[in-house]
């Protein structure tokens, strides 16, 4: 079975800070894991995937994430807060269908991220 | 850009109804998916459809749900007689493959609220 820990229902930081959203993951086969935007009143929009190949991944708007198998995570980083940032993010784990599962993704709780002028 | 499109955007309908939630996924994907997100809640994957098939359900998706896709564009959820806690954001999602493998698209979501 798999699941996702997001740690941090709500993270707040000033604009141009340093941004890290966290993510830890289980599961039994090797991943492959995502983090998704939902801007208010929008449906969620892929930011980045892993899916073994380089372990650090960039995505859009300028975020990354880096897979650490030792350490089951894959945190979700920005180095400058932009206040467009302002959303709430998913993290989220596939089993690559494995046993012929079809490979749904199960999600983190998500985490807010407000950005402070 | 292509996109998902789900409609109504938000739907109120009172306890025992039945709802049809609408999703148009991208046109040439080949797998469709509902999944739900409860207020404060995890986004959680109710079934995927594949082939004109169920290919998979979690045990959310008990048998007062149901999906179709009725004709080459449309692929709707049914929730047969409605309860206060299926109160959720419904999301639909599209992928030209599986969802582990390729990017799953998503609709901004249908907000259903039973009363």
């Known amino acids: 079975a798999q699941s996702v820990t997001q740690l941090g229902s709500h993270v707040s930081v000033s604009e141009g800070a340093l941004v890290l959203l966290r993510c830890n993951y289980s599961s039994s086969v090797p991943p492959y894991l995502f983090w998704y935007v939902q801007y208010p009143n929008q449906g969620l929009q892929l930011l980045l995937k892993y899916t073994s190949a380089a372990t650090l991944v960039k995505g859009i708007n300028g975020f990354e994430a880096e897979f650490k198998k030792s350490e089951t995570s894959f945190h979700l980083t920005k180095p400058s807060a932009h206040m467009s940032d302002a959303a709430e993010y998913f993290c989220a784990v596939s089993d690559r269908g494995y046993g012929g599962s079809q490979g749904n993704l199960i999600f983190g709780k998500g985490t807010k991220l407000s950005v402070k002028p | 850009e292509p996109e998902v499109t789900q409609t109504p955007s938000h739907q109120v309908t009172q306890m025992g109804q039945e709802v049809i939630l609408r999703c148009v996924p991208i046109s040439n994907h080949l797998y469709f998916y509902w999944y739900r997100q409860i207020l404060g809640q995890k986004v959680e994957f109710l079934v995927s459809?594949?082939?004109?098939?169920?290919?998979?359900k979690s045990e959310i998706f008990d048998d007062q749900f149901s999906v179709e896709r009725p004709d080459g564009s449309n692929f709707t959820l049914k929730i047969r007689s409605t309860k206060l806690e299926d109160s959720a954001m419904y999301f639909c999602?599209?992928?030209?493959?599986?969802?582990?493998?390729?990017?799953?698209?998503f609709g901004q979501g249908t907000r259903l609220t039973v009363v």
């Open positions: 999602a599209s992928s030209e493959g599986r969802a582990g493998n390729t990017e799953a698209f």
């Open positions: 459809f594949y082939n004109n098939e169920i290919s998979e």
